[in-house]
């Protein structure tokens, strides 16, 4: 049986906090891993360099970024609207600050413009807060059917699969997330994670880095990056 705490680390892990659910789980060897192929897609291509979005629109202090989209809005509407706040968020000049527009995103990528999509989303977040992960994957499976390129759902399967101990599973929905949404730092904490797992260090610091491009105020990364980059200068020393 899963202690309270655990089940409140899926729940929020599930809400899009991918960070705080990887860093509670020990890191293994590389032979957990060792089916896993991290070559194919090739990831970084898919996510531009330092410019990661087009320089901001709205103007300073503006709140309208941060109430919620229409439930008819288009798919143009949506990226402006991410755009911005990712400026916002990559400026953000506190935590707090950071919280909101992190919000505002998590709100944003929760929708994925399928009513039906959506209501099984939400409840296999409910299977997961009752303990049901199978009951969670099946309902997961069959959002992404009617949406397969609903980046949200992704994450959300790579959460679940990463919570059940299926590391492999989870690359391959981290690989369909970032595929949708190249710009969703939780999944690139995440498969810095998984990286780590793998042994592969110098890989997970850059996807690490890649997270912390795009959230700079990340919950726990910057510490995790601290660390693992002075552990690579030992080695190189």
């Known amino acids: 049986m899963r202690s309270s705490l655990e089940c409140m680390k899926a ?15 020990p890191l293994l060897g590389p032979a957990a891993l060792a089916q896993v192929d991290l070559s194919e897609p ?10 990661l979005t087009e320089p901001g629109t709205a103007a300073g202090g503006e709140s ?30 506190s ?7 992190e919000a505002s995103i998590d709100e ?8 039906t999509a959506d ?5 296999a977040v409910d299977l997961v807060a009752s303990e049901d992960q199978q ?18 759902g992704w994450n959300k399967r790579a959460t679940l699969h990463f919570l059940r101990g299926d590391y492999a599973s989870a690359m391959v929905a981290i690989r369909e997330t970032l595929r949708h949404e190249p710009r969703h730092y939780g999944a690139w904490a995440g498969l810095g994670r ?9 890989s997970a610091l850059d996807a690490y880095r890649r997270a912390l491009a795009l959230h700079p105020n990340l919950d726990g990364l910057k510490d995790e990056v601290g660390t693992l980059a002075g552990k690579l200068r030992g080695d190189t020393l």
């Open 119 to 123: 209501l099984l989303t939400v409840r």
């Open 11 to 25: 729940r929020a892990y599930l809400s899009g906090l991918f960070l705080s659910a990887v860093l509670a789980v």
């Open 135 to 152: 009951g969670a994957l099946k309902l997961l499976s069959a959002a992404l059917e009617v949406k397969p390129d609903f980046a949200e």
């Open 95 to 101: 935590a707090e600050d950071a919280k909101r527009f």
């Open 64 to 93: 309208l970024d941060e109430l919620p989209l229409a439930s008819d809005a288009s798919a143009l509407d949506r990226r402006i609207r991410l755009d911005r706040l990712f400026d916002r968020l990559a400026a953000a000049k």
């Open 194 to 202: 998984i990286l780590q797992q793998t042994g592969n260090d110098r």
């Open 42 to 51: 090739d990831l970084k291509s898919d996510l531009p360099g330092s410019g």
């Open 108 to 115: 944003i990528w929760s929708h994925s413009g399928s009513d």
